[in-house]
T-cell receptor, first 115, second 111 residues
Framework: NAGVTQTPKFRVLKTGQSMTLLCAQD?????MYWYRQDPGMGLRLIHY???????AKGEVPDGYNVSRLKKQNFLLGLESAAPSQTSVYFC??????????????FGPGTRLTVT | RKEVEQDPGPFNVPEGATVAFNCTYSNSASQSFFWYRQDCRKEPKLLMSVYSSGNEDGRFTAQLNRASQYISLLIRDSKLSDSATYLC????????????FGAGTRLFVKA
């Protein structure tokens, strides 16, 4: 049981390049999330998904797109990277039942630098 | 006012000390509550869920006061390995859901 995994672990991009971050979970969780964390700041929600085929915007969605084609995978895309997107990106997943969400389990993070 | 506010810290305590963190939340529709710990350059990890008035796990005790809208985390007999950032997390039922993370309180335990 690997929990939540993320690839890649590190990446350096040049301004304007695109990339996709992959998150996978093997806990059969319905909900999945993408966060970013910047130095001295808390986690900020980018996008989330409440089930296969559905996505929704979080607090800071601009410049990012997501897809949830399979229940176990949640992809985060940057179409045209900007230096402001330099950050650590965490994926998480959680169980849900009867309109209640439970604790989130996080992946190890992806450290992205945009030059 | 932030929806979830934590003690700003940092807390510097000697080994063996007892330390308490407070967290206040502003939304009365808050439904479930958690404490996570985050080590430097690592992912947050669940420390405790707080679903009722409170619970205890070894040296850690979490309490919830819905009337006053705060939760607390008490760490007894602090260890060097307890040094980390502690995050207060609140799930709010809004028709959908919303999870709010506090900014975290940094704890340094020294020998």
């Amino acid at each position: 049981n690997a929990g939540v995994t993320q690839t890649p672990k590190f990446r350096v991009l040049k301004t304007g390049q695109s990339m996709t971050l992959l998150c996978a979970q093997d806990m059969n969780h319905e909900y999945m999330y993408w966060y970013r964390q910047d130095p001295g700041m808390g986690l900020r929600l980018i996008h989330y998904s409440v089930g296969e085929g559905t996505t929704a915007k979080g607090e800071v969605p601009d410049g990012y797109n997501v897809s949830r084609l399979k229940k176990q995978n949640f992809l985060l895309g940057l179409e045209s990277a900007a230096p402001s997107q330099t950050s650590v990106y965490f994926c998480a997943s959680s169980y849900s039942r009867a309109e209640m969400t439970y604790e989130q389990y996080f992946g190890p993070g992806t450290r992205l630098t945009v030059t | 006012r932030k929806e979830v506010e934590q003690d700003p810290g940092p807390f510097n305590v000697p080994e063996g000390a007892t330390v308490a963190f407070n967290c206040t939340y502003s939304n009365s529709a808050s439904q479930s509550f958690f404490w996570y710990r985050q080590d430097c350059r690592k992912e947050p990890k669940l420390l405790m869920s707080v679903y009722s008035s409170g619970n205890e796990d070894g040296r850690f005790t979490a309490q919830l006061n819905r009337a006053s809208q705060y939760i607390s985390l008490l760490i007894r007999d602090s260890k060097l390995s307890d040094s980390a950032t502690y995050l207060c997390v609140v799930n709010i039922r809004t028709g959908g859901f919303k999870t709010i993370f506090g900014a975290g309180t940094r704890l340094f335990v020294k020998a």
